[in-house]
């Protein structure tokens, strides 16, 4: 099973064509400084000087820890929307906004790009309540990986790519123990990301944060293990449950996020596998 999608489905008048014209009209009826607003307030780039009443409101506010995130959905939606059209205007706005987003990723030292600030992914690493900093970024993860894929941008890549070198050496810096901690609270889809990237880039960092989260659902039952042993050799018989609840939650939880995340990728896989045997196929029948 393979899916149909770009030019080879067709629109005929009717509802549906009404609908993908309003769809691109929406797209490009919101204004780039306010798409990138976050961003650039992140980066030192945004010169405002007071409210803004034309600034998107709700959760994209400056106020708000899901700011800035819109973008990565705005970004899906214009790479799925040339890949159907190809239209001239949409891969310009695209263009742009791309170009802004690597000045912004340069000014703030030439890995971090998101609209929010690094010390939110710190924080959580503390155990500190924020309002889902991996989700909101893992929106301009698949954005960028969108637009290099449907659209043929390079540079949406090499910002993607940058960042994740930020991730990995985040990561790193965390015992495996606080890395667990910081997964229990949130994953925000993340590990999606990882095999996308390594399926495009096969570099190795991707798949050692592919394999992070079943390793760490491993030794989230071995540590918990440990305890639950030495509570039975001092007779606090009313510990050993508990902790036994916490080992055997860690490891469905770490498993089955290891398995998504390799499922996506060797489906993927094998669909980059049947895209290039066809390739192969014309060319050998056009050359002949």
């Not at 170009?99 to 503390?126: A, F, H, S």
């Amino acid at each position: 099973m393979k899916e149909i999608a770009g030019k080879k489905v067709i629109l005929t008048e009717g509802e549906f064509l009404r609908r993908e014209e309003a769809n691109k009209r929406y797209l490009m009826k919101l204004e780039t400084p306010y798409l990138l607003r976050s961003y650039l307030h992140e980066a030192g780039r945004y010169s405002g000087r007071g409210p803004d009443a034309e600034a998107f409101g709700g959760w994209e506010d400056l106020s708000c820890q899901l700011r800035g995130h819109f973008l990565g959905h705005w970004l899906s939606a214009a790479a799925l929307h040339y890949q159907e059209t190809e239209d001239v205007e949409l891969k310009a706005k695209t263009e742009v906004i791309l170009k802004e987003l690597e000045l912004c990723q340069k000014d703030n030292g030439g890995e971090w790009v998101c609209p929010i600030p690094e010390k939110y992914l710190y924080w959580i690493g503390k155990g500190r309540n924020i309002w889902a900093p991996q989700y909101n970024i893992h929106k301009l993860f698949m954005g960028l990986i969108d637009v290099y894929r449907m659209m043929e941008q390079p540079k949406a890549l090499s910002i993607a790519d940058k960042l994740a070198d930020w991730f990995y050496r985040w990561s790193g810096r965390y015992t495996r123990e606080e890395f667990d901690d910081i997964l229990d609270m949130e994953t925000g889809g993340m590990l999606e990301v990882w095999a996308d990237l390594y399926e495009i880039t096969g570099q190795e960092k991707y798949k050692i944060l592919i394999r992070l989260a079943p390793a760490l659902g491993l030794l989230g039952t071995l540590i918990p293990m440990g305890t639950a042993l030495a509570s039975v050799g001092n007779g606090e018989i009313n510990l050993v449950g508990a902790e036994l609840v916490v080992a055997f939650t860690t490891t469905v939880v770490g498993l089955a996020v290891g398995s998504i995340a390799f499922l996506i990728h060797s489906v993927k896989r094998r669909w980059a596998a049947s895209d290039i045997r066809q390739i192969e196929y014309i060319t050998e029948v056009m050359t002949r």
